[in-house]
Nanobody, 122 residues
Framework: QVQLVESGGGLVQPGGSLRLSCVAS????????MGWYRQAPGKERDLVAT???????DYADSVKGRFTISRDSAKNTVSLQMNSLKPEDTAVYYC????????????????WGQGTQVTVSA
């Protein structure tokens, strides 16, 4: 079993910054992609940013230039630095990881954290 635990959410004023972190633990052989998704009330869960094991990144258009994703593969962690936050960034943010649990490439599964609330408000 694999667990993802997020930290770093909270309340911030518009224009402010927050840093989210997520650590994966458990039966991990290796981790493929890691990323962050968010879900606002009444909306679907959407991609925010992802990063591959090779360090390639992808961002939602709405956060490009403001958010930066990074990972420490040795520590099985992924972080999201969020700058210039806007009220529309308010959501529950979820950490995601595609984890290989053995040497077999087919033994790769998606795992999610429990979510952390980010609220941007004056």
């Amino acid at each position: 079993q694999v667990q993802l635990v997020e930290s770093g959410g909270g309340l911030v004023q518009p224009g402010g910054s927050l840093r989210l972190s997520c650590v994966a633990s458990g039966s991990i052989f290796s981790i493929n992609a890691m990323g962050w998704y968010r879900q606002a009330p009444g909306k679907e869960r959407d991609l925010v940013a992802t990063i591959t094991s090779g360090g390639n990144t992808d961002y939602a258009d709405s956060v490009k230039g403001r958010f930066t994703i990074s990972r420490d593969s040795a520590k099985n962690t992924v972080s999201l630095q969020m700058n210039s936050l806007k009220p529309e960034d308010t959501a529950v943010y979820y950490c995601h990881a595609n984890v290989r649990t053995s040497w077999r490439p087919t033994n790769a599964y998606d795992y999610w954290g429990q979510g952390t609330q980010v609220t941007v408000s004056a």
